[in-house]
């Protein structure tokens, strides 16, 4: 069963007929987010029988908008992935963040303290490896000073 909440989402978008599909799914998850501070499985179901389309399609939107999150989180690192961070050790850093949260790209921490994601570039290239806290961008990491940037956020 549907939270009341949602229902009053769902009740006024049901009425809508301006927003295209895209538009009725962003505004519907945007708010469902709002209350649930990420969108919960049930809801993401419902919003897709809502706007008439594969629910995979929902998921699909949530990954491309970074303001969407289908798990509640508090912190979000980023790692870059481009090749010349890669070549510079970001590899590195990659798995060790891996290794002192024990979770992989996309996952989140059981503790909902982290979720973890990689970038293909973040344009800093000249001072990889590159990594990126809630926005905060740290630059020549090393696989070394994982351990103290992380304990700055726990």
């Known amino acids: 069963m549907l939270k009341k909440e949602w229902n009053d989402i769902f009740d006024y978008y049901r009425e809508e007929k301006t927003m295209t599909q895209s538009?009725?799914?962003?505004?519907?998850?945007?708010?469902?987010?709002?209350?649930?501070?990420?969108?919960?499985?049930?809801?993401?179901?419902?919003?897709?029988?809502?706007?008439?389309?594969?629910?995979?399609?929902?998921?699909?939107?949530?990954?491309?908008?970074?303001?969407?999150?289908?798990?509640?989180?508090?912190h979000e690192i980023k790692v870059c992935i481009s090749d010349r961070c890669k070549n510079k050790g970001g590899q590195d850093v990659l798995k060790e963040i891996q290794r002192i949260l024990k979770i992989r790209p996309g996952q989140v921490t059981r503790d909902k303290r982290f979720l973890l994601t990689t970038v293909y570039c973040m344009h800093y290239c000249t001072k990889g490896p590159n990594i990126q806290i809630d926005g905060r961008l740290f630059q020549n990491v090393t696989a070394a000073e994982v351990p103290s940037i992380l304990k700055k956020y726990s």
């Not at 949530?62 to 989180?73: D, G």
């Open 23 to 74: 538009e009725l799914v962003i505004a519907v998850l945007t708010e469902l987010q709002a209350i649930e501070g990420c969108i919960p499985k049930e809801a993401r179901e419902a919003a897709a029988e809502l706007a008439g389309v594969n629910p995979g399609y929902v998921s699909a939107v949530i990954k491309r908008l970074p303001h969407l999150h289908e798990q509640s989180f508090r």
